[in-house]
Nanobody
Framework: QVQVVESGGGLVQPGGSLRLSCAASGIIFRFYAMGWYRQAPGKARELVAGITSGGSTNYADSVKGRFTISRDNAKNTVYLQMNSLKPEDTAVYYC?????????WGQGTQVTVSS
């Protein structure tokens, strides 16, 4: 059974940092591209950052220079380091694993940036 589980969300002040983790099981992790998406209230889900099986990364323009995605294939885990957080980063953050047309989503973790 495939499981994708996010952790690390919470409440942080503007300018602060958080690191999200996403642990995947039931898949051959190293073959999968991984991504972080987010959905704010009343808005569509959007891509935040992605990382291929080979380690290439891409980012939404709104987070470039502030967020870093990385993966540890030995731990079947992908991370999202978020620095210089802004109130507009407030959203539920979701992890996605993808191999071809096969996708698995996590349940999401809430990130709230507020003073």
């Amino acid at each position: 059974q495939v499981q994708v589980v996010e952790s690390g969300g919470g409440l942080v002040q503007p300018g602060g940092s958080l690191r999200l983790s996403c642990a995947a099981s039931g898949i051959i992790f190293r073959f999968y591209a991984m991504g972080w998406y987010r959905q704010a209230p009343g808005k569509a889900r959007e891509l935040v950052a992605g990382i291929t099986s080979g380690g290439s990364t891409n980012y939404a323009d709104s987070v470039k220079g502030r967020f870093t995605i990385s993966r540890d294939n030995a731990k079947n885990t992908v991370y999202l380091q978020m620095n210089s957080l802004k109130p507009e980063d407030t959203a539920v953050y979701y992890c996605l694993s993808r191999l071809g047309s096969t996708e698995h989503w996590g349940q999401g973790t809430q990130v709230t940036v507020s003073s």
